[in-house]
């Protein structure tokens, strides 16, 4: 079974509006960390935002919110206030805690997002 | 300052060559992966060192060897390179307090490998 699930391959989104990004996960580790990555054309694997299971509140890093829903196992990136720039493949992984110090992440297939004028 | 820096950025290469990646890290972390991005952009961890002792060793051909000469390099040596091989190689960093799931890695520019 995947553990990491993006059913969304491509995205178009209107400049200056929002959109969502869609991940499911799968785990029987109680502890656990979600992340999202973002890699543009020039190809460099930037870091946005992480959610911890345990954590009470949705992340939240400037335009990039966290949706997370942890009873239904899911993970969504939210941008806001869409910009031309934001155009890129995103990432959603996964850390599970049972690999101690093997701090291993497990990578969906990835949302291509394109930000229209 | 480049806080992970990885070279070369791109390598192009004959079929049965043998080639070396490098990585170094200035974060101050204490581990270090390597993972390859296919054609089709799916990443998948190869290796992981954690202070120089190997901790992580997935499914890899014996033709890849990483070498940690100290915490803050990671190299990748490929011997006898296959068209297969061809892929993007990135190289990332955390500071991996065991058990915390908080560790953030960070990842390297990657290296473009072609295998001709």
């Known amino acids: 079974a995947q553990k990491i699930t993006q059913t969304q391959p491509g995205m178009f989104v209107q400049e200056k509006e929002a959109v969502t990004l869609d991940c499911t996960y799968d785990?029987?580790?109680?502890?656990?960390?979600l992340f999202w990555y973002k890699q543009p054309s020039s190809g460099e694997m930037i870091f946005l935002i992480y959610q911890g299971s345990y954590d009470q509140q949705n992340a939240t890093e400037g335009r990039y919110s966290l949706n997370f829903q942890k009873a239904r196992k899911s993970a969504n990136l939210v941008i806001s206030a869409s910009q031309l720039g934001d155009s890129a493949m995103y990432f959603c992984?996964?850390?599970?805690?049972?690999?101690?110090?093997?701090?291993?992440?497990?990578f969906g297939t990835g949302t291509r997002l394109q930000v229209t004028l | 300052d480049t806080a992970v820096s990885q070279t070369p950025k791109y390598l192009v290469t004959q079929m049965g060559n043998d080639k070396s990646i490098k990585c170094e890290q200035n974060?101050?972390?204490?581990?270090m992966y390597w993972y390859k991005q296919d054609s089709k952009k799916f990443l998948k961890i190869m290796f992981s060192y954690n202070n120089k002792e190997l901790i992580i060793n997935e499914t890899v051909p014996n033709r890849f060897s990483p070498k940690s000469p100290d915490k803050a390099h990671l190299n990748l040596h490929i011997n006898s390179l296959e068209l297969g091989d061809s892929a993007v190689y990135f190289c990332?960093?955390?500071?991996?307090?065991?058990?915390?799931?908080?560790?953030?890695?960070?990842f390297g520019p990657g290296t473009r490998l072609t295998v001709l």
């Open positions: 974060l101050g972390h204490d581990t």
């Open positions: 990332a960093s955390s500071q991996s307090a065991a058990g915390v799931t908080t560790d953030t890695q960070y």
């Open positions: 785990t029987s580790d109680p502890s656990y960390g």
């Open positions: 992984a996964m850390r599970e805690s049972n690999t101690g110090t093997a701090s291993k992440l497990t």
